[in-house]
């Protein structure tokens, strides 16, 4: 984590990618997730 979470505002939302290599070549987006910040602030 970067501590982007801290800086941004509350109505904003965190997305998430994954990117991988396929045969030498890069696929977008193999997994996303997008995550409201209500829910990670509640963590510890």
């Known amino acids: 984590m970067d501590g982007t979470f801290k800086i ?3 109505w ?3 997305l ?3 990117h ?3 045969v ?3 696929v977008m987006s193999v997994v ?3 995550i409201p910040l209500s ?3 509640k963590q510890p």
């Open 8 to 10: 941004v505002p509350q």
């Open 12 to 14: 904003y939302q965190q």
């Open 16 to 18: 998430f990618t994954i």
């Open 20 to 22: 991988a290599f396929v």
């Open 24 to 26: 030498g070549k890069l």
């Open 32 to 34: 996303y997730v997008r």
């Open 39 to 41: 829910v990670i602030s």
